[in-house]
């Protein structure tokens, strides 16, 4: 294990607790958009904790790219679909041990997972390494990997900061849009990135769902150029 990279995984675990302890401030505050702009930076900064954790274990290689996805919004928005999954919320959690119980067998990782990680390997760094090949086939990824790739995720961030102004001076969108059980999602996401990341980072048993196919999945990617993953339905 790569020490080195631990510390300021563990950094970047204790600047997402502070952004969530101030969003939590902002319980009451009305419109919610501060608290779930804040929550939406922690989960970032969790993103980037579980790629120092990857690195750390020889996952995946720290280069100059990869410190570049470490502060693109998007690259970190991909990998919170990651986190979203192996941190699942109660609810989740239980259906899927419902799922189980009923049909006996282990887990494949759904689409939007699968590829998530296929974009942020393929589409983002392997494409800041050369822009110049092309797919043989393009993929049809899953739609809503890709609109995070494309940044849709983000626009929706900013919007809880700024007016949004049309191409002809109207007020398209205000951050009095975001609704209190938009900004109760994000925080509760955060939380559960938090539990899961930092417990990955200090080595305490963290009950990350289905976390070894993840593990093994980057390291695939990262292995061999070509490697790509096989989706399959959400």
């Known amino acids: 294990m790569k020490q080195a990279f631990l ?137 809503t990997a890709v609109s995070v790739a494309e940044g849709k995720r983000d626009m929706e961030k900013q919007r809880a900061l700024y007016v949004e102004l049309t191409k002809t001076g109207e007020v398209s969108a205000t951050p009095e849009q975001v609704t209190e059980q938009q900004a109760d999602d994000e925080y509760e996401r955060g939380r559960r990135f938090d539990s899961c990341v930092r417990g990955l980072v200090c080595g305490e048993a963290t009950g990350a769902w289905n976390y070894e196919r993840v593990e093994h999945c980057f390291k695939l990617l990262f292995s061999e150029a070509s490697a790509f993953l096989e989706s399959r339905p959400s």
């Not at 969530?20 to 969790?46: C, F, G, H, K, V």
């Not at 192996?86 to 189980?100: C, G, K, M, N, Q």
């Open 7 to 143: 510390d300021p995984a563990r950094r970047c675990c204790d600047n997402g607790r502070r952004l969530l302890d101030e969003a939590e401030l902002l319980e009451l505050e009305r419109p919610p958009a501060t608290r779930y702009y804040l929550s939406i930076i922690a989960q970032e900064e969790y993103a980037k904790a579980f790629l120092l954790y990857l690195v750390s274990i020889d996952a995946i290689p720290w280069t100059p790219l990869l410190l570049r996805a470490t502060r693109n919004h998007q690259c970190k928005q991909l990998v919170g679909i990651v986190l979203d999954y192996i941190s699942p919320d109660t609810a989740e959690f239980l259906r899927r041990i419902d799922t189980w119980m009923r049909e006996k067998k282990g887990f494949d990782l759904p689409a939007n997972v699968v590829d998530a990680m296929n974009i942020f390997r393929h589409e983002k760094i392997r494409r800041w390494e050369s822009n110049t090949w092309v797919w043989a086939e393009d993929p049809d990824y899953d739609k």
